[in-house]
C-alpha cells in the first residue's frame, strides 16, 4: 500500500507564475487536505476537499485554490506567487469522519525567485 | 494564526533522559494530536488523544490533556538520538474539520 504521494518533490518558479501541486491519497482514503509550512514554523492549514468539494478552507487568499478528482487525487494551485509563497506545501489524507487520523505526504518544496 | 503553542521552542537532553514537551491551545476542541517531523519532510502520527480522555500510552509515549487548563504534555522516556526530531501538537476544534497545529518544539538527542 502505497501511503501519501506528492509530485514534484521540488520545484522553483519566478514571483507572478503559477504552480500546480498534486497529491494521491492513501488507499481508501476520500478526504484530502492541504498545508502550507514555512521555514521553522507549523503547518497552516489550506484547505480541505471531500466528494470533490472544498469542505473548509483556511486564512488563505483567493490565489490558492483546488480540486479534487473522481478518484480522490488532489490538485493545489497557485497563481500569481509571491516571494512568500516558498514553504513546503504538505497533503495529507483521511476517511472523512470526524477525528480521523491524518496520513502525510513527503511534500513539496516549493522556492520562489 | 496558529492555535497550539508548543513549550519549549528547543529542548536539547542526552540518550537516556525524559523529553516532555507542552502544548496549548485556545478553543473548544474534538482532539488532540502529536506529530513528529524529521529534516522538514512530511509528518508523522503519532499519537491521538480525545476530549474525554485524559492520558494516553504508546510505547515510550505518554500523553495527557487538560481541558479545563487547555493544554496537553507530551513525555517520550528513555529518548534516543533517533527520537531528534520537531514535534507538533495539532487540535481539531469542534464544529469544524481543519487541523490547527503550533509552532513546534525542536528536540535535539545527544548520543
Known amino acids: 500500500d502505497a501511503g501519501v504521494t506528492q509530485s514534484p518533490t521540488h520545484l522553483i518558479k519566478t514571483r507572478g507564475q503559477q504552480v500546480t501541486l498534486r497529491c494521491s491519497p492513501k488507499s481508501g482514503h476520500d478526504t484530502v487536505s492541504w498545508y502550507q509550512q514555512a521555514l521553522g514554523q507549523g503547518p497552516q492549514f489550506i484547505f480541505q476537499y471531500y466528494e470533490e468539494e472544498e469542505r473548509q478552507r483556511g486564512n488563505f487568499p483567493d490565489r490558492f485554490s483546488g480540486h479534487q478528482f473522481p478518484n480522490y487525487s488532489s490538485e493545489l494551485n497557485v497563481n500569481a506567487l509571491l516571494l512568500g509563497d516558498s514553504a513546503l506545501y504538505l497533503c495529507?489524507?483521511?476517511?472523512?469522519?470526524?477525528?480521523?487520523?491524518?496520513?502525510f505526504g513527503p511534500g513539496t518544496r516549493l522556492t520562489v525567485l | 494564526s496558529q492555535q497550539g503553542e508548543e513549550d519549549p521552542q528547543a529542548l536539547s537532553i542526552q540518550e537516556g533522559e525524559n523529553a516532555t514537551m507542552n502544548c496549548s491551545y485556545k478553543?473548544?476542541?474534538?482532539?488532540l494530536q502529536w506529530y513528529r517531523q524529521n529534516s522538514g519532510r512530511g509528518l508523522v502520527h503519532l499519537i491521538l488523544?480525545?476530549?474525554?480522555?485524559r492520558e494516553k500510552h504508546s510505547g515510550r509515549l505518554r500523553v495527557t490533556l487538560d481541558t479545563s487548563k487547555k493544554s496537553s504534555s507530551l513525555l517520550i522516556t528513555a529518548s534516543r538520538a533517533a527520537d531528534t526530531a520537531s514535534y507538533f501538537c495539532a487540535t481539531e476544534n469542534t464544529g469544524g474539520f481543519k487541523t490547527i497545529f503550533g509552532a513546534g518544539t525542536r528536540l535535539f538527542v545527544k548520543a
Open positions: 488523544i480525545r476530549s474525554n480522555e
Open positions: 478553543t473548544s476542541i474534538n482532539n
Open positions: 495529507a489524507s483521511s476517511l472523512v469522519l470526524a477525528g480521523a487520523e491524518q496520513f
